[in-house]
Structures are given as C-alpha cells and as structure tokens.
C-alpha cells in the first residue's frame, strides 16, 4: 500500500503521523515544494517580529521523516495528476504513483494587480520569504502592507515592534474585517495608529515604482508612497492548479464529504484546500486556519488507513493578541443583518473590553471577544458542540462565566 | 496512580485552595514571603460557583487527548505519560493564546510567573504539583481543603465509590449513608433560596 501526501505542513504531518500509527508497514511519501522540515507556518511572523528566532519553527524535531520511516520528496511541486492510472507528475518530471491520496497542499498568497516583480516585495507565507525580508529589514526607513487581513495585520505589527515605520492600506474600513465585526476593527484600528501604524483606508496600489527594487507606490487615489519594502497580505487562495475539475469537485476549495473524501474515491484533502461543512454557517466554507488543519489531517490519515471517523465540520476561529489587546474571534461573527439571528454585545470603556455574541435560535453561532479572553474556550466549545442556551443569553456576556451564570 | 478529584457537592467556597495553590507556585513556596513577591503569585486553580451557588474549583483536567495541546503553535503542551499531566514549558510558550481558545473548561491564564522567564508572560495552568510530589507531598490544594472537596487518590477507588453510593441509593430498604449533615444542609439551604428566588420572579 502505498500513501502518498502533498503538502508538509500541520494537515500533511498530522495524517502521516495517523497513517503511520494505524500501518507500520506501507510506505508513505510526502511532497513538498519547500525544503525545509515541518514548521510552524504562523509563527513565521513572530520571526518577522524578531520575538521567535527562526531555529525555533521546526514542529517535529529534525528526524520526523526518519522515525517515521516517510520518504520526503522535497523541492517539488505536482504539476498534474492522473486519477485513473493513480499518477502524479511532478515539476522536475518525475512520476510517483498511489493507492492512497492525500491532497494537503495548502494555500498560496493572492497575488495583486500590480506588477510586483521588483526586488523587496514580498508574500509572506512561509519561512523562506520571512528569511528574505529579515535580510532586507536593516535597510528598510519606510515599509507598505497591503491588506488588512490576518497577514497584512502581522506583517504590520511585526514591523512596527522592529521600529519601522509602516504604512497599512485597506479596503474596507477597518483591520481584520473577516475576522471581527466594526466595533471591535475600530478598538484594534486605534491601538494600531497609538503604536504608530499609518492606515490608508479605501484605497490600493496601481503601481510600483523603482529600478530594481521597490522604492514608492502610486495608489488609486492618485497620490504616491515612498517605501522600499512592500509586504502583500490579501489573503490566500487555495492551491488546485494540478486538480483536474473534471474529476474532482472544486468550489472555492476541494469540496470534501463528512470523511474529507473528495468526491473521486480514494483521495482524500484535509488543511487550507479544502472547503468543508462550517459549524456555524452551515453552508460549505474554507476554513484556512491551523488548528483546523490539525484536525483534518488526522482524521483524514485515519480514514485513508481504514478506519472511519467522521468529520464534523470546521469552524473559524482566530486568537490575536497586539501590543494591550487581545482579540478572539470565533464562529460567524459577522452574520447578516436577518432577524434570524440574535447579537448580543456589551462595550466596557472602562474595562477595555468588548464581548459581542450571535445567536440563531437558542444556540450561539459567534463570538468576539477583545481583552478578558480566558473564558473564549467555553464558548467555542459551545458553538463547537451545538449546545443549546436555554438559560438567559445576557449572562453569556459576563466576562467570569460560571455554571451558575448559565444556569440562572 | 493517584489523581486529584473534585467532589462540587462539598466545597463550600472558602478559596483556601486558590491561596495555597498561589504559594506553592511562588518563589518562596511561603504564604507570607510570597505576597511580597514580583510576579505577584497566582493560583491555577479557580473559584467559580457551580449549579446552586456552591462553590466549583475549576481546574485543569489533563485531558486526553489534550485540545490545548493539539492547538499549541509551538508546541510548548506536551504529556507526561507517567503521571498523566499536561505541562506547558515556558521556554517554549509564545503567549499566543491559542490554547484559551481550544480549553474547553477555561482554566488557562496569561501572566508572569516565577517558573517562566522574568518579564516574560506565559500560558499557566496546573501542573499537579509534580514539585511536591515528588517530594511525596499531596498537591497543595488537596492538603489545604477543609471540606473534602478536592481529594487525592486513586480514579478507579473514587469511581467506585461513587457507583457504591449510587446503588446503595436506589437499594429499597437500605439506610443511605449520608455525608456530613452539614454540607447537606448548606446545600439544601442553597437550593431553597433559589427556588424561592426564581418563584418571586
């Protein structure tokens, strides 16, 4: 039997680590277009911050592909596969053939309509790329992120922790408006100008000016930035160029059952690729976040060894913390304005504190939480679980909750 | 392997536990050195109230599988598998807090603390007191509750126990032992100003 796994990240290595529980003796491959050994991708800008130094993102330890008994196929990407003959062709023209599939290979940055060839403009998506701009921080006076996204807004508070100074340009009116609603963007949206975060709200880059690096941006506004490092996070798209459509199903990522089975029998797709079941939405959804990739992974390698587990759905979930803020977001927090849903939120000035919950019916869909933070678990798991509030919602606004508060 | 065990039914809230948990976790493992102390101590063991407004000392389970420890970035949770706990290093911690959001009894705090670094804050929670126990001491908040609410003992003999009260209950016939009157009692009491609460409401 043979396994075969594109992709090392956290959904590859997790359902290797699986396969390899539940079989001790087929062979497992695993491709990856970098080279490096599993790592901690959202630590890579803490990297950027200078807080984590580099040699601490392995997740796995150096002898993972070894105790293990994997052969890593490093350096290459798939560049089609055959799903009859059960091949895949790579980008340096080799062939790997499987019985077993499975299709982690993650997401890749969106790119920008700007031109962006010119030297020190950056994705940030993994390691290497962070490596890069390390080499390029101590000539940078002025840096640009575009987007203010969960990528941009690292970027972004990364640089400034160096004392760069950083300019932000986004779209919608505040940071992270995915991932939280207006109130708690504004609550971010000032600590970040406080820290001395520039913010250009509306606008973007038609244009990068420079011989051959980076050294201004004309924006759609018409007016010009000066910056000699350019970071680009607006966002990421899954990864399906070498996914024939014909064969298996892709909506906005590779549609899975509730066993992250695609729909051709045999290959199966688990991390930042996959679109799934989203809890709290109840609709298909792609849910590219870590912990969720986790997940997949495992359950994913248990069913492709055989044994069935059920997948229960994803679930979006973010934790932020910047400078005096701490930020948890989970679930649908920005539901429609529908007298489906109930919203909850209570605003502490004094405190610092914001809580705003969704409700839909009796069970709590979304959550944002900014500063008090610890609780944010219960309530995930709450949301997770589908479990009914029956007993006043109010008393979920509490930042101490207690059996009683929900009880009474 | 012996494990501490919360008994909600007894506790009556006295949060003597969450002082002697603060101490044992200090510098100075001593109550009147270690309120002087920088980090100020806190304790791991938290003082919620349970259904009736009786005390709950809400604690870390050492699940298994552990959520926290599935949704460590940097992988700072790991199991002892010999004593059943889960420990974060503090070395390895980033503060990221992805752990609060995964614990599903909400017992994880961020702050300094004498085990991490100095003016480094970490993710702290129990650690079972694997200090004193190996120096084969009971676990501070055991040795300090009053009222039996937190015990130190074999999972599978409290199990039984509890299934032997269970069944002496539903014997026809049989007297049922009670607990202390007292703490029947004060739960009784609880129970009853409740209802008449709600039936004032």
Redesign the interface.
């Known amino acids: 039997m043979n396994y075969v796994i594109i992709g090392n990240g956290i959904a590859g290595v997790s359902a290797a680590e699986a396969i390899r529980q539940l079989d001790g003796s087929c062979g497992i491959f695993m491709i990856s277009n970098e080279s490096v050994e599993p790592y901690c991708r959202p630590m890579i800008s803490l990297v950027l911050e200078g807080t984590v130094s580099a040699s601490k993102l392995p997740i796995r330890g150096s002898s993972f592909y070894q105790s293990l008994n994997i052969t890593p196929v490093l350096g290459s990407r798939v560049a089609r596969m055959d799903v009859d003959a059960k091949i895949l062709f790579l980008s340096d023209g080799k062939t790997l053939p499987f019985d077993t599939l499975l299709i982690a290979s993650g997401a890749d940055p969106r790119p920008v309509k700007a031109p962006a060839d010119l030297a020190n403009i950056f994705f940030m998506r993994n390691q290497h790329q962070v490596l890069k701009m390390l080499e390029a921080l101590p000539r940078t006076r002025h840096a640009l992120v575009l987007g203010g996204g969960l990528v941009g807004f690292k970027a972004a508070c990364g640089l400034l922790h160096r004392g760069i100074d950083v300019t932000m340009l986004i779209r919608s009116g505040y940071p992270l408006s995915l991932q939280v609603d207006e109130i708690a963007g504004g609550m971010i949206l000032s600590e970040l100008t406080r820290r001395g975060l520039n913010v250009r709200v509306g606008t973007e880059v038609t244009a990068f000016k420079g011989i051959n690096t980076v050294t201004g941006a004309l924006l759609s506004d018409g007016s010009e930035i000066c910056c000699d490092l350019v970071i680009i996070g607006k966002g990421v798209l899954p990864a399906v160029s070498f996914v024939p459509r014909d064969r298996i199903q892709v909506d906005q990522g590779i549609v899975v059952d509730n066993h992250l089975e695609t729909t051709c029998p045999g290959i199966f797709a688990a991390g930042d690729v996959v679109e799934s079941m989203d809890i709290a939405r109840k609709t298909r959804w792609v849910n590219a976040i870590w912990p969720e990739a986790a997940t997949q992974g495992r359950i994913a390698g248990m069913n492709m060894a055989g044994r069935a587990v059920v997948y229960k759905g994803s679930l979006s979930r973010n934790v932020i913390r910047i400078f005096d803020l701490d930020i948890l977001a989970v679930g649908w927090v920005n539901a429609p304005d529908d007298p489906r849903f109930t919203v909850l939120s209570e605003h502490n000035q004094c405190l610092n504190t914001y809580r705003r919950l969704v409700f839909e019916g009796d069970s709590l869909i979304g959550a944002t939480l900014v500063n008090r933070i610890e609780t944010g678990g219960i309530l995930t798991a709450m949301i997770q679980n589908e479990i009914p509030v029956r007993a006043s919602k109010e008393k979920l606004l509490e930042p101490h909750l207690s059996l009683k508060s929900l009880m009474f | 392997m012996n494990q501490v065990i919360v008994h909600p039914e007894r506790c009556v809230g006295c949060m003597q536990c969450m002082a002697a948990c603060a101490t044992a976790h200090s510098r100075t493992r001593q109550l009147f050195s270690a309120i002087r102390e920088t980090p100020l101590p806190r304790s791991r063991i938290h003082l919620?109230?349970?259904?009736y407004?009786e005390g709950?000392p809400n604690r870390c389970r050492h699940c298994n599988p552990a959520?926290c420890m599935?949704?460590c970035?940097?992988?700072a949770i790991h199991r002892d598998m010999q004593t059943e706990t889960v420990y974060v290093d503090p070395d390895?911690c980033?503060?990221?807090?992805?752990?609060?959001?995964?614990?599903?009894?909400?017992v994880?705090?961020?702050h300094e603390d004498a085990s991490a670094p100095p003016k480094k804050a970490v993710a702290i929670k129990c650690d079972n007191c694997m200090e004193r126990q190996q120096q084969e001491r009971v676990p501070a908040c055991v040795e300090v509750c009053k009222s039996g609410a937190l015990t130190f003992e074999d999972n599978s003999k409290a199990l039984k126990r509890k299934t032997d009260q269970v069944a002496q209950s539903i014997s026809a016939g049989i007297d049922v032992p009670q607990g202390s009157p007292s703490f029947t009692l004060l739960n009784t009491i609880k129970r009853a100003q409740?209802a008449v609460r709600?039936a004032a409401v």
């Open positions: 919620g109230t349970g259904l407004a709950f959520p599935l949704a970035l940097p992988g390895r980033i503060n990221c807090a992805s752990c609060a959001m995964a614990c599903p009894f909400g994880i705090r961020y409740i709600h």
